[in-house]
């Protein structure tokens, strides 16, 4: 340390997340970097059963997630992620992702700092410290934003996101989307930790925070699915089946945009098509119940001539929309060259009659 400059020093001591030594000089700064960092600290007491895998930079960082089920990754496995199903995590793992990012990642991982900065100056109670490391329990990784910690609360997790305003919604009040929660509690699993916050910077302007205490019996479950996840499908090479979830559906729009051609097949399956017939029935006896109910709030609102009304947690309002649209008749007859403005795009999906 002697032989190296102030300006190294706190550059080193930056990199080791420190706080305070902008105004220290050498002899001061070198009594610093003698001390262990909170991130030191917290590796060095973590239980045997946890590995710590290092990292040096981006592309190490995506051949460790090879390793295991990530934060990202647990939602998708659960059927509890909108925008991605367990096949995608399993063609991730077994055949590398081919996701190198969109504006949204990009700007989401520049503006990571800027909420933990926010977090901290709103909770200057906690200290804050990147933890540049990979933990592993078995085949569970987790790799937090900041590591927290707090006088009588001790160490926790901060995950920073960020969203649009169209996705405010999702955030009002309590709620926290539930692949966010997923991914912080699976962190709590494999860390041990019992708390964590999730710091939400919406629309570039409204930002909010939410604790979530750690579940025992939701931590067991997480890492019973990882390894069980791994082990039938990872491990063994075999393709998961589907989950349900939106995101499966999503997943099969994107591959019917691959098929090209007209070929027919016959599916034996008499005991799932029961089945399905069996559910079409009791789905269109339960719409038809559901329907009575809005029906009678709606009759009350006519009679009392009322454009709003708030039922409990729900609220029936009345929408007056208006439509424009082109006569392509007229248009064609009235203009030159008409056809040059008009696009035609296509899409597939799969129906089912």
Known sequence: MQNKTVKQLKLIAKEKGLKGYSKLNKSQLIELLREP????????ELPPDIEIIQYKDHDKWLETRKLGIGGSDIAAILGQNSHKCSLEVWEDKINGSEFTGNRFTHFGHKLEPVVADEFSERFPEFLISELDRTLKVNHSLA???????HPSKGY???ECKTTSTYNAKAWEGENVPQ????????????????????????????FKEFYIARNER??????????????????????????????YS???KKKAQTIDSKIEIEIEDSDFTNKYDELSLKIKELEKEQNIIKQKWIDEMIEKNANKAIIGNKKITLITQKRESIDKKKFKEEIPNANDYITISESKFFKLS
């Open 37 to 44: 960092t909170m991130a030191e600290n917290f590796l060095s």
């Open 218 to 247: 939701e931590c067991d479950h997480i890492l019973n699915s990882c390894e069980k996840f791994w082990n039938d499908y990872i491990a063994s090479g075999l393709q998961p089946p589907p989950d349900g979830s939106d995101a």
């Open 179 to 206: 692949e966010y929660y997923c991914q912080v509690m699976h962190y709590l699993a494999v860390t041990g930790l019992q708390y964590a916050y999730i710091a939400c910077l919406i629309g570039g302007n409204d």
């Open 156 to 158: 926790g997790v901060l």
């Open 250 to 252: 999503e997943y099969q």
């Open 143 to 149: 790799n937090i934003d900041r590591l927290l910690w």
